[in-house]
């Protein structure tokens, strides 16, 4: 153990990845614009607007938790969690922002939701989201979010953007 040296480490590339958002979705938007004091489009604007660094992975399977949300934007954790998200619903909580891969039950408040698959099995790095990443979000409509989906937004929520990929069709 005395022999060990540290070297520092040094990124060389960052990346910064754009993940399109339709707030359309955003089962929770209005009560958290409520809660903070701002428009829709103020909440829009202000998340949209920041770059975001993945802290870590955790929860499930390629989730990030991400941050540092706008102060603006600091709302606690829900006090009743919902029982299930939708794959691909994006939400806030304190100063994180973070992304559910998978149906799953969520105590963060929804803003919006994303038609990228964000985990899947059969690719070759299955989470688009590593440490240390950046990612910023862009708004788009309803109709974009169902084109980028490929028509299957009114399906069940297995067939969606954030199905287990090891599913058989």
Not at 24 to 38: P, R
Not at 66 to 87: C, F, T, W, Y
Not at 118 to 145: A, C, H, W
Request: glycine fraction near 8%.
């Amino acid at each position: 153990l005395h022999n060990i040296e540290i070297k520092e480490i040094s990124e060389t590339h960052i990346y910064i990845i754009k993940i399109s958002v339709c707030y359309e979705l955003g089962i929770d938007l209005e009560k958290v614009c409520k809660a903070v004091g701002l428009s829709k489009e103020e909440v829009i604007r202000l998340h949209s607007s920041s770059t975001y660094t993945v802290w870590m992975i955790g929860f499930m399977p390629g989730y990030p938790y991400m941050g540092e949300l706008p102060k603006a934007l600091h709302i606690p954790r829900k006090s009743n969690p919902d029982q299930k998200l939708v794959a691909g619903s994006f939400a806030i909580a304190e100063e994180f922002v973070g992304v559910y891969p998978f149906d799953s039950p969520g105590g963060w408040h929804v803003l919006g939701r994303t038609p990228i698959r964000l985990f899947d099995y059969q690719r070759n790095r299955p989470s688009i989201f590593n440490y240390g990443m950046k990612v910023q979000f862009y708004s788009i409509t309803k109709d974009e979010f169902d084109l980028l989906l490929g028509g299957r937004a009114s399906v069940p929520a297995d067939a969606q953007a954030g199905r287990d990929a090891r599913s058989p069709d």
